[in-house]
């Protein structure tokens, strides 16, 4: 399983981006967790949000939660990262990740084991 995040650039506080997370060939984003990260410098990697289409559940971390929304769009086969009124403290790595396992729901923290690589979000004025 390969993902890759993208989106990410420079964007003044306040401002939105929307970050996608893409899969390998034959790997359906539909059937599997997919969880969003992010690593800022200096700090522990810290998870944002996660989707389970098959189930209907997501979840979305309080430091993010009004501003950041998941989603998924199964016809582009693509996980989406809404990212509204960023905030400098938003500055960060983000990763996409999953469990693998299809039909799961989103896994705890050490249950993420086929990660992307990152798309850096800068948010600055």
């Known amino acids: 399983v390969q993902l890759q995040a993208s989106g990410g650039g420079l964007v003044q506080p306040g401002g939105s981006l929307r970050l996608s997370c893409a899969a390998s060939s034959g790997f359906t984003l539909e059937y599997y967790a997919i969880g969003w990260f992010r690593q800022a410098p200096g700090k522990e990697r810290e998870g944002v949000s996660c989707?389970?289409?098959?189930?209907?559940?997501?979840y979305t971390a309080e430091s993010v939660k009004g501003r950041f929304t998941i989603s998924a769009d199964t016809a582009k086969n693509l996980v989406y990262l809404q990212m509204n009124n960023l905030k400098p403290e938003d500055t960060a790595v983000y990763y996409c990740?999953?469990?693998?396992?299809?039909?799961?729901?989103?896994?705890?923290?050490?249950?993420?084991?086929?990660w992307g690589k990152g798309t850096l979000v800068t948010v600055s004025s």
């Open positions: 989707i389970s289409s098959h189930d209907s559940n997501s």
């Open positions: 990740a999953t469990d693998g396992v299809p039909g799961s729901s989103c896994p705890p923290p050490g249950g993420w084991h086929y």
